[in-house]
Structure formats: structure tokens, C-alpha cells
């Protein structure tokens, strides 16, 4: 009977036979406590806020499964890329990390036994080491404004990889190396697969080739949608994507990869709940497991980048769900029809009209909503100069330029033809061009005119707000006025702020599944303050769903920021 070690071994090879499937994470021993680990994250614990080597400040609340940088009011170590070599000094690992590992090695080697692999952790990959350091708006528009710079702070953060991966095999003699680097949301990457490829695809294919000729197996975490760019993932070396979410797509993906790699995942966030029932853990995980294993080369588990789930109950259910699967008998079916999800050419990459570099023709509404979608800043002013000395009304410019341009993008980003580089450049230059339409936006009796207003913010114990600035620009962009409460924001501040401002809307969005009830309580205290009527909730962020957003009686739930922003102008235009 083959080991856990036996069967992962059997999954790498393209016509592998392994006996069964899987149980998560039970063929690899992480080994978190080597030297290096130790004094990159040795402060890093569970309800604290700490200092990274790097000088990057961390925080991790107590039921978030991971980690997050702060930035804001002086934090950020490099807020100028220009003079990245200023500001930026990577941890000197060869000086401070030369104890302990033949105490380290034998204690992993024990761990593991014959049953299991050693595997050695390396977190904070070379884009999220970027976006630690510049903050991650600032490292996505960098990568259009200053890409030398950008090209030159990779390389740097890749020799850094490369010397930290040497000393790890070096000295643990691991025989897995399991990265971390996400590179999109549930949906999609953070930007263009091609810009991908022109920034971090070689640094990768250096780091995982390197990995690959010491004889360990390459596994990259990423809980990202990356199917547009899994063919790439597995010609730079990666042998495991471990993180796969189900919004990937997986069958669609075996079928493409035909044992190129292994997808390890499946489990999402949505069901790691302290309310989730075992009844409805075990009917999601039949499922998963019913959509997925017959493809060959997946190993179902929970997407998070570590073993374990926030609510221990969970991986109980998942992993009984996997021992009955393999009571089963199954006859497997490795060579199913190709049915791609969406258009694919021969580099995986999601096809695309391709863009036009001619002039935008058309009026000058026309040309202006063009200019505001490519980002093109003093092209889009220009235009407004033009317009307004033309006599043009400045309500007519924002609805019939400005947000006609970002409602495109916003379709575009939905439809994933845009990202996010493109929508926060977007919204440099729609902030541009409405603090020259300003002047001109007065209604009758001198107040700036717009077409309602909403509060926003990220809810109690979540610190994510990426998701939450982008509707902040979708909003904006679509002329509605924003009053950004930022993140890990209390119920009543919520409430507070949606009274003192008149708000038509409150928008609240969570990322971890322990933070949704918070939403709850929002619903409920606008009913005792007496403004359920008067406002809309919103809804939104990776675990919430319609069915959610009908539970807690809120209004309307939107799987993105483009989507929220048609759904808020709609209800404020009635």
C-alpha cells in the first residue's frame, strides 16, 4: 500500500498511478521553525502587530488565516520607486542564520518518517515582497509608470530569493520548497497576463529552475484565479500549484494540463465557517471531489497556503468526505474532451481584441472616455479644457466622458480584458479631471452637484481593503460621493457615518470568513437607528454570496467593484 509520500510522488508524474487520493496536506511535513523562518517571522504571531526584517510593518489578527502588511501614515519602507535603493535593504540571512540547523534537520527528518515529504517554507514571494515594501497600489501602477525601476527592485528581491533558497537546501536538505507569491483575486490576476510574463515570469523560471536542479519539487502556493496563465506556471518549473480555487475552473484546467501539474486546492474560504454545518461541509467537499479527482493530478485540500483551517471542525468533515471518496470504487478517466471555459491562444492566455493605438475618433465625449480607459492623463485634461472652453457643461462632460469611459473599463475589468494597473491609473486620472471640473459643478444654490453619496469600509477585524478601494474608484468615477472609513471598521461607525453625512448607501466589505457576521450587525443597528429605509447596504468581498447578502437582510451583493458601481448608480438614478 502506497505511503502519502508514495502517492504525491506518483501525482508529479504524468502517467502516475497513485492509489488513492490525497488527504490535503498529508504528505508534506512544513517545516516553519528552520533558522531562517525563525528570524524572518519569529515575532510574527497570531494577535499581534510586528516588524518584519525588511522594515515592513505586519499585522495578524487572531482569526485571520494569514498575515497582513500596514501601510499608511509613514509605514511604507519605499514610497518613492524612483529611489527604491534608498529605502530598501534585504535581510542579511548568511550573517544571522548559521545555528541550529542540524537540530532543525533532524527534528524535520523525524517528523516526517518514511510517510511523509520535508518541506522547506519560503513566504513572501518576489510580487508580494514588492507590494510589502511600496504598498500595493503603488507596486501595480509602478509597473506602468517606473518599469525600469520595477524591473530593477525584481531582480533585486530575486537574487535575495535565489540566496535564501541556497542556504534552505543547503542546510535543510528539504525535499520540497513550498513558495508563496499571490498574483490575483478569486477571479482574476492582478494584471494583464502579459505583463505578468514581462516582469515576473523570468525571475520565477531562475528561482524554480534553481530549485528544480537540487532535486527538490517546486510547489507554489497562490489562492488566486490564474488559469490564464497556468501553462506558463508550469514551463517555468512549478510542479504543485497549491491553492487552487475552485473559481480556476479545475477540470477545464486537467484537461488542458494533462499531468503538467499538480492542482492542490478546491476547498475555498466560502466554507470555512464557525457556522458551517457538517452537513454542508460534507455536500461541498463531495462535490469538490466528485467535479475534480476524476481529471488525475489534484490533491484536494483547503486553499489557504498553510494545513489547517480557521475552524478546526472543517477539515474533520473534509477529510471524512475524502476516506469515504476512497472507500468508492472509481474508474478513472484521464483523456476527457478539452472544454475550455474561455478562449484560450496557444500561451494559455485569455485572447483578446487587440488594443488600437489610434487616435480615438468620434466626439469629444468620445474621445475623452477613451482617454480616461487607456490612463492617458494629459491627453484626458486636454480634452476637458477643450470641452469646457467650447461651452460645454461640466455634468455633461463627467456623465457623458468621464464615467461612460469608466463604466467601459469597468465591464472590461469585470469581463477580465482589464485589471487592476489599469483601473487605479484609471482613477488617478478620473481624480484628475474632476478636480478641474469642480468649479464648474454647482448647482442653483452653490453645492457641488453629484448623484448620491455612500460610506464605505472594510468590517470589524479585517484588514483587507483592497477590494474596498476599488469600489471607492468605481464609485467615484461613476460620480458618487465617498466617504472611505478605510478598514477593520466597528458597526457603529457604519452607522455614525451614513447619519452625519446623509448617506443613500453603506457599502461594507470582508475578505475573511470570520469577519462576515459584522455585516449582520450593520443591517440590524441600521434598523434600530432608524435609517433601514433611507439607506441601501451593500455587500461584498471573496466569501460573500447572494444567499449570505439575503440572510442578513442587506439589499444588494456584487462579486466586483465595476458590478457595485452599476448597482449603486442604478438604485440612486431610479
Known sequence: MQTPKEIFLELLKPDGKPERILKQYEALHMCLYDPINAYLRG??????????????????????????????????????ITRWREYVRAPDIAANCTEGWEECRAKARAAAGDEQLVAGFMGTGIFEQCHFLMGFENTLTALYEHPEKMHELIEYITEYRLRYVQLLIDNLQPDVIFSHDDWGTKSALFMKPDMWRAFFKEPYRRFYGY????????????DSYLADIVDDMADIGIQVWQGTLPENDIPALQRRLKGRLVLMGGMGA???????????ITVYAEKTLRDCCPGGHFIPSITYGMPGA?????DQYIDLAIDRYNAELHMPHFDLPEIPRRKLDAAGAATQPAAKDEEAEGDILTRIAAAIKRGQQKKLLALIDEALGGGMDAQDILSGGLIAGMNELGEDFSANRAF???????????????????PHMVSADGSRRSIGSACIGT???DLHDIGK???????????????????????????EAAREHGCDIIACSSLLTTTMQEMRQIVELS????????VTVMVGGAPISQSFCAEIGADIYTPDAASAARAAVKILTK
Open 43 to 80: 515575532n510574527r504571531r497570531r494577535g499581534t502587530t510586528s516588524r518584519d526584517r525588511w522594515g515592513t510593518t505586519i499585522s495578524f489578527p487572531e482569526d485571520a488565516p494569514g498575515a497582513t502588511p500596514l501601510h499608511g501614515d509613514g509605514l511604507t519602507v519605499c514610497p518613492d
Open 211 to 222: 530549485i528544480r536542479s537540487r532535486g527538490c519539487i517546486a510547489v507554489h502556493h497562490a
Open 270 to 280: 466560502a466554507i470555512d465557517r464557525a457556522d458551517a454545518t457538517p452537513e454542508e
Open 310 to 314: 480557521v475552524y478546526p471542525h472543517i
Open 420 to 438: 487592476v494597473p489599469e483601473m487605479l491609473i484609471a482613477a488617478r486620472c478620473m481624480a484628475a479631471a474632476t478636480a478641474v471640473l469642480k
Open 459 to 461: 468590517v470589524l477585524g
Open 469 to 495: 478601494n476599488l469600489v471607492k474608484i468605481m464609485f467615484e468615477g461613476s460620480g458618487i460621493e465617498v466617504y472611505d472609513l478605510g478598514a477593520d471598521v466597528p458597526p457603529e461607525r457604519f452607522i
Open 527 to 534: 434598523e434600530k437607528a432608524g435609517i433601514r429605509d433611507k
